[in-house]
């Protein structure tokens, strides 16, 4: 095996980076939560619960992010859940553009050993990171997109970030019938996802 395509060494790595000004504001470097999976979650970026506890998607948002996974079937302790940005935005603000192009090098490693079936990128800026390019999220969220990466390519499915279904809950049946369509997809695609 390759050292980068150990997720051990590749953790110890970020845990040390400095490559954007972000660590100087952050309590720690958050890379993520859950195990090895066909599907991998990306979000934005840690918010104060991450930042203090070290996990992605811990906070509010978090939970959510769990109700609806479970609601359509998901064990979400069986799925890798990461964020494009590893570090914390000052007052949870977008990331910029020279940070997220600083971090996308760590979440394409990731995903690189991971070897993932599917990516769901949760959000605008997690769809960007992914993508290339802005698109609408509600656009986006009615499409797959076939992504290549190095020599492995995958599907990118954009969903909305929980936060956003928090700010406005009449998306909840939206995001639960997208995640359902995920794991229909995933059962096609013969990834061994239980639940
Ligand atoms: S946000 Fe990413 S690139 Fe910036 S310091 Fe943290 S780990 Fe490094």
Request: hydrophobic share 40%.
């Given at each position: 095996m390759?050292?980068?395509?150990?997720?051990?060494y590749l953790?110890k790595?970020?845990?040390?980076?400095?490559?954007?000004g972000?660590?100087a504001?952050?309590?720690?470097?958050?890379?993520?939560?859950?195990a090895v999976?066909?599907?991998?979650?990306?979000g934005?970026?840690?918010?104060?619960?991450e930042?203090?506890?070290g996990?992605?998607?811990?906070?509010?948002a978090?939970?959510?992010?769990?109700r609806?996974?479970?609601?359509?079937?998901?064990?979400?302790?069986?799925?890798?859940?990461t964020?494009?940005?590893?570090?914390?935005p000052?007052?949870?603000?977008?990331?910029?553009?020279?940070?997220m192009a600083a971090?996308?090098?760590?979440?394409?490693?990731?995903?690189?050993?991971?070897?993932?079936a599917?990516?769901?990128?949760?959000?605008?800026?997690?769809?960007?990171?992914?993508?290339g390019r802005a698109?609408?999220?509600?656009?986006?969220?009615t499409?797959?997109?076939?992504v290549?990466?190095?020599?492995?390519?995958?599907?990118v499915?954009?969903?909305?970030?929980p936060?956003?279904?928090?700010?406005?809950?009449r998306?909840?049946?939206?995001a639960?019938?997208?995640?359902?369509?995920?794991?229909?997809?995933?059962?096609?695609l013969?990834c061994?996802?239980?639940?």
């Amino acid at each position: 095996m390759r050292p980068w395509d150990d997720l051990t060494y590749l953790e110890k790595i970020f845990k040390t980076c400095r490559r954007c000004g972000l660590r100087a504001g952050c309590t720690q470097v958050v890379v993520s939560r859950g195990a090895v999976a066909p599907i991998v979650l990306v979000g934005e970026a840690p918010g104060a619960d991450e930042d203090a506890r070290g996990k992605p998607f811990v906070g509010r948002a978090g939970q959510l992010l769990d109700r609806m996974l479970k609601e359509a079937g998901f064990e979400p302790e069986r799925l890798y859940i990461t964020n494009a940005v590893k570090c914390r935005p000052p007052n949870n603000r977008k990331p910029t553009p020279e940070e997220m192009a600083a971090c996308r090098p760590y979440l394409m490693a990731q995903l690189a050993a991971i070897r993932p079936a599917i990516v769901v990128a949760l959000g605008a800026t997690a769809i960007e990171s992914m993508l290339g390019r802005a698109i609408p999220v509600g656009r986006a969220s009615t499409r797959w997109y076939r992504v290549r990466h190095r020599e492995h390519c995958f599907w990118v499915a954009p969903c909305y970030h929980p936060s956003a279904i928090l700010r406005d809950p009449r998306r909840y049946s939206h995001a639960v019938e997208r995640f359902v369509e995920i794991r229909e997809r995933a059962a096609a695609l013969g990834c061994p996802i239980s639940g």
